[in-house]
């Protein structure tokens, strides 16, 4: 059934997705001198994984990072599910990312050769 246009689609929650970006080198990074690029721990809102990569790529652009690589580690529900452990700290970071619809960069670390 095609939808009309007074029907709007449900709409899908916001969750936080735990992701680690790879950047490399790029003018006005801000990495330490000698670095060769960097990983970041990042927590971003989105009502899917792809939207939060999508999302948290915009932002790291925005800022003069050159990201590289994304890998997806989940929500926090699948993270607890699969065994990690997840710190009240951590937790907290991701409650910032849902309630401000956010990408929170928790951690850098650079690479060195």
């Known amino acids: 059934m095609a939808e009309t246009e007074g029907e ?19 003018e006005g990074d801000g990495l330490p001198p000698k670095a060769t690029g960097a990983a970041l721990l990042c927590y971003a809102s989105g009502v899917d ?17 050159s990201p590289l690589e994304v890998q997806g580690l989940g929500t926090l529900d699948e993270r607890l599910k699969a065994g990690d452990e997840i710190d009240e700290a951590e937790q907290a970071l991701m409650q910032r990312a849902l309630e401000e ?9 650079p690479f060195f050769d």
Do not use: C, F, H
């Not at 792809?50 to 790291?60: K, M």
């Not at 619809?101 to 670390?109: G, L, P, Q, R």
């Open 101 to 109: 619809n956010s990408v929170i960069v928790a951690e850098m670390t």
């Open 49 to 65: 994984e792809a939207e939060a990569v999508r999302e948290t790529v915009a932002i790291l652009k925005e800022a003069d990072l």
């Open 8 to 26: 709007a689609k449900p709409k899908r929650p916001q969750q936080v997705y735990s992701l680690i970006v790879e950047v490399g080198r790029k």
